[in-house]
């Protein structure tokens, strides 16, 4: 089975950017639609972005939409996730995941697997 690792998380100030990283390992990721989530303290995780095996179509949330970039590299095994103009509510740990069976949706149950999350702290 594929384990994912990501990377990239920090402190910025708000109106800045970063980009995250999960790299893949045990598997390739080409056979997996990719998604990100998130999920802050005291809150349910939730969908932030996905794209299908194929690099197209892209999904993502509306509190990201025009902001966030999702994009992946086969060769590479890494899936990517470009965030700018970034607000102190995009504060959250990042989770990057790998869906199964084509499944496309925006539900934590889709993903069967799953990093170990990066922290992503925006200041006002």
């Known amino acids: 089975q594929v384990q994912l690792v990501e990377s990239g998380g920090g402190l910025v100030q708000a109106g800045g950017s970063l980009r995250l990283s999960c790299a893949a390992s045990g598997g390739s990721i080409r056979i997996y639609n990719m998604g990100w989530f998130r999920q802050a303290p005291g809150k349910e995780r939730e969908f932030v972005a996905a794209?299908?095996?194929?690099?197209?179509?892209?999904y993502y949330a509306d509190s990201v939409k025009g902001r966030y970039t999702i994009s992946r590299d086969n060769a590479k095994n890494t899936v990517y996730l470009q965030m700018s103009s970034l607000k102190p509510e995009d504060t959250a740990v990042y989770y990057c995941?790998?869906?199964?069976?084509?499944?496309?949706?925006?539900?934590?149950?889709?993903?069967?697997?799953w990093g170990q999350g990066t922290q992503v702290t925006v200041s006002s």
């Open positions: 794209i299908t095996w194929n690099f197209s179509p892209t």
């Open positions: 995941a790998a869906a199964e069976g084509g499944y496309r949706g925006r539900s934590t149950t889709g993903y069967a697997y």
